[in-house]
């Protein structure tokens, strides 16, 4: 089982937010295009699995997808998982975190933010725990608390929801749950 640090734990307990890129993140960066336009994109069942552990075990826990492409697929999934917050065609993804944490009323020190690119390091600079894949760009990799140990789209949004749930003392409630 992976250990986190306590600096990691100590940061993730005052986490009121989990916020994520989706390209990259959500899903391995691949985009499929058919001749109408419709992206077609593969996302994680693990993932899925860590919103309803959220939305079970820690509601006031809220989520948000903040994306720099529009897509009808990652809209009609954030309906499915009923996302709290989700933008896209987002180019200043730190202004768009910053609209979500006035309308909730929470600090910047009470999100994590989970990015891969360029695009996300204002944002992954300006929140209280930053997580990216491991397979980040070294320039994202530099502005970050934690190095998920899982590739983008194979699991790095439940591994953030992991290291939250533990932190505040709620992941044996979730293990119990389906014991």
């Known amino acids: 089982m992976k250990k986190y640090s306590s600096k990691i734990l100590a940061s993730a307990k005052k986490i009121k937010l989990i916020a994520t890129d989706i390209d990259g993140v959500l899903t391995a ?27 079970k075990h820690s509601p006031e826990v809220k989520i948000a997808w903040i ?16 996302i709290d917050y989700l933008v896209q065609s987002c180019d200043d993804k730190k202004q768009a975190l910053i609209k979500i944490v ?35 760009t ?21 591994e953030a929801c992991e290291i939250v749930l533990k932190s505040k003392g709620i992941w044996d409630k979730v293990l119990k749950y389906y014991l």
Do not use: H, M
């Open 29 to 55: 960066g691949e985009v499929i295009l058919l001749e109408n336009n419709e992206e077609i994109k593969i996302w994680n069942i693990k993932d899925r699995a860590a919103v309803s552990y959220i939305k």
């Open 67 to 82: 994306t720099g492409r529009k897509s009808k697929q990652v809209k009609l999934r954030a309906e499915e998982l009923k």
């Open 102 to 136: 006035k309308k909730i009323g929470i600090d910047l020190e009470q999100v994590a933010y989970i990015g891969d690119d360029i695009i996300d390091i204002g944002v992954l600079k300006s929140v209280g725990l930053a997580i990216c894949p491991k397979d980040a």
């Open 138 to 158: 070294d320039d994202v990799k530099q502005y970050v608390n934690y190095i998920s140990q899982y590739e983008g789209g194979k699991g790095v949004f439940r």
